[in-house]
């Protein structure tokens, strides 16, 4: 089982239209967690930090369920703009190093006129 | 400039080749991770470098692939005796935090193994 899964997608939204996906995580020691947005063929950019009681960061909402190891990303009002890979990380601690941060596969969103 | 340099953006070798690709993280960061991405696919993640400790090599896929960073700054990933499953693009990040902060990544050197 990998350590990180998201549904690869691609979800299909209408523009101005609400569409969630998960990600689920396997190692209950992970501390921290993130989604980041990657454009076609360009490097991946922070989105947001998930914090645990939940954040929002305009059309963005990102949740944490630690009791069944999945976070969240709810994006609202869908922008052409919006189309994007998204990824989930997740962070755990590492050995003497410190920290590793574990990507998802990425969930694909296409949002269309 | 002010963000993470990868050289080069582009290298096309014959398998069994070496290959070296560079990474010049944002000055002072003191985390520096390498993942690669095939197409279509996630980041897979190859090595970290944090400050003076240990790096962590759990990612590193063969004994073929080696990494340094000398000074605490500039980063090297060595792929010896390449192999068509090599082809990747190798991204390079890096953070300014000792926990987990915000990665800011290079735009990658692309490999082709012919």
């Known amino acids: 089982r990998k350590e990180v899964e998201q549904d690869p997608g691609p979800f299909n939204v209408p523009e101005g239209a609400t569409v969630a996906f998960n990600c689920t995580y396997s190692?209950?020691?992970?501390?921290?967690f993130f989604w980041y947005r990657q454009d076609c063929r360009k490097e991946p950019k922070l989105l947001m930090s998930v914090y645990s009681s939940g954040n929002e960061d305009g059309r963005f909402t990102a949740q944490l369920n630690r009791a069944s190891q999945y976070i969240s990303l709810l994006i609202r009002d869908s922008k052409l703009s919006d189309s994007a890979t998204y990824l989930c990380v997740v962070n755990r601690p590492s050995g003497a190093a410190g920290n590793k941060l574990t990507f998802g596969g990425g969930t694909r969103v296409l949002v269309k006129p | 400039g002010a963000g993470v340099s990868q050289s080069p953006s582009n290298k096309v070798t014959e398998k069994g080749k070496d290959v070296e690709l560079r990474c010049d993280p944002i000055s002072g960061h003191t985390a520096l991770y390498w993942y690669r991405q095939s197409l279509g696919q996630g980041l897979e993640f190859l090595i970290y470098f944090q400050g003076n400790s240990a790096p962590d090599k759990s990612g590193l896929p063969s004994d073929r692939f080696s990494a340094e960073r000398t000074g605490g700054s500039v980063s090297t990933l060595t792929i010896q005796r390449t192999q068509q499953e090599d082809s990747a693009v190798y991204l390079c990040a890096s953070s300014s935090r000792t926990g987990p902060g915000e990665l800011f990544f290079g735009e990658g050197s692309r490999l082709t193994v012919l």
């Open positions: 190692n209950s020691a992970s501390q921290s």
